[in-house]
């Protein structure tokens, strides 16, 4: 299972960016997606998730601003973000729960982006 994440790039502060996840391999079931993501210098942090293909929560941080759509293809999800804020500038990383054919769930991860906002 892979997971390939696009979408990140350099944006003014009060712009948006469509960040996309697309899971492939030998999948059964996504269980969860969602994103995280790391400034320099700070911990990794859980940015939003999408649970049993419709709860959705989000970090206190970008609750109102980034949104997860209602209409991602078949494994793939997609973070909406807008009113983007210097503070927002870090990697974002794809991460997903999944069950395999032949496996146990497991978390898997991808290769961040980068997105930069400035001022």
């Known amino acids: 299972v892979q997971l390939q994440a696009s979408g990140g790039g350099l944006v003014q502060a009060g712009g948006s960016l469509r960040l996309s996840c697309t899971a492939s391999?030998?999948?059964?079931?996504?269980?969860?997606m969602g994103w995280y993501r790391q400034a320099p210098g700070k911990e990794r942090e859980l940015v939003a998730t999408l649970s049993g293909g419709d709860t959705m929560t989000y970090a206190d941080s970008v609750k109102g601003r980034f949104t997860i759509p209602g209409d991602n293809p078949k494994n793939t999800l997609y973070l909406q973000m807008n009113s983007l804020k210097p503070e927002d500038t870090a990697v974002y990383y794809c991460?997903?729960?999944?069950?395999?054919?032949?496996?146990?769930?497991?978390?898997?991860w991808g290769k961040g982006t980068q997105v930069t906002v400035s001022s």
């Open positions: 991460t997903a729960d999944i069950t395999g054919w032949a496996s146990k769930s497991k978390i898997y």
């Open positions: 391999g030998s999948i059964f079931t996504i269980n969860t």
